[in-house]
């Protein structure tokens, strides 16, 4: 089992088209998807929670850019 984690601040249509090339691969049963929402201040948490109902996987808020 492998994990990637997958950093987001403002970018999120990057972000989503990360987590559908990964979500595509055949291997994908076999990971874990990790995406850290860093306090971007626009739309990304609310792109990224409608996504989570077609592909798997967690999403870990920060409220501010650390």
Known sequence: MF?????NYVNYGE???AIKNLS???????IKIYVVENGSGNE???RLK???GHIDFELIV???NL
């Open 3 to 7: 994990g990637f984690v997958i950093l």
């Open 44 to 46: 990304s948490i609310e």
């Open 15 to 17: 972000t989503v088209g």
């Open 62 to 64: 920060s409220p501010e």
């Open 24 to 30: 595509s691969q055949t291997w994908f049963d076999d």
């Open 50 to 52: 409608g996504l989570q």
